[in-house]
């Protein structure tokens, strides 16, 4: 069955703003401030999920409810799990085509980082609800496209999105023909219970990254591409 969750509390600061943004300026904290105000107005995230299970899966050959995927790393990170949450989680289409009227270039900047704050803030909230309504202490997550291009590739979004239905319909994010979410501030993928936390990070050997959660681990890379 999927689910919607379209009443994710937005309970962001403007401390924790100015804290992201790094910002001291009086004249640049007002600004930030007024866009901040007229984002938390009409900010609506939203999140689409569905409990799935895994049929069969053989080398990197991944079929969960009769969709195919194909990665060394899920294959690796599900053997001994059967069931997942496929989800796409957004900001929100309303609060991203409001920010495209910006034309200020760095304060284009400092809204899509609110965005992500808002995306972050939502994909937290639909991961405490999966773990309250199905009683699991622990869930990681595995994301099409995230860290290196052999862990998952992006373009395993398209039987994502098919096994979820009509995710443009729900909660208005599409893909584009290079298989990226629009409004850009979506994440989607695969949750999972564990004992162990896993983090895609763990597996890229981009240096510099700013989004980066843990280092990478050259012995699970080389566990897992064999």
């Not at 860290?147 to 893909?175: A, R, Y």
Request: hydrophobic share 40%; with cysteine.
């Amino acid at each position: 069955m999927i689910r919607k969750l379209d009443n994710i509390p937005v309970t962001i600061t403007f401390e924790q703003v100015v804290k992201r943004l790094k910002i001291e300026d009086e004249e640049d904290i007002a600004i930030v401030a007024e866009r901040f105000e007229s984002a938390k107005k009409i900010v609506r995230p939203k999140a689409l999920y569905r409990e799935a299970y895994v049929e069969e899966i053989s080398g990197k050959n991944v079929c969960i409810d009769g969709c195919r995927f194909e990665s060394d790393v899920l294959a690796a990170n599900l053997k001994d799990v059967h069931r997942v949450f496929a989800y796409v989680c957004t900001c929100g289409t309303e609060v991203d085509e409001w920010s495209h009227c910006e034309k200020d270039y760095i304060i284009s900047l400092w809204i899509d980082m609110i965005k992500e704050m808002f995306l972050h803030q939502a994909n937290a909230f639909l991961v405490e609800h999966i773990k309250n309504s199905y009683k699991i202490e622990k869930l990681a997550s595995l994301n099409p496209g995230s860290g290196n291009i052999d862990n998952w590739h992006i373009s395993q979004q398209v039987p994502l999105f098919d096994m979820i239905h009509d995710v443009k319909e729900n909660i208005g994010v599409t893909l584009t023909e290079s298989f990226l979410m629009v409004p850009i501030k979506s994440t989607s993928g695969l949750l999972y219970p564990t004992e162990t936390e896993f983090v895609n990070c763990a597996l890229c050997g981009r240096k510099n990254c700013v989004g980066r959660r843990v280092e990478f681990d050259s012995e699970l890379y080389a566990q897992i591409f064999k």
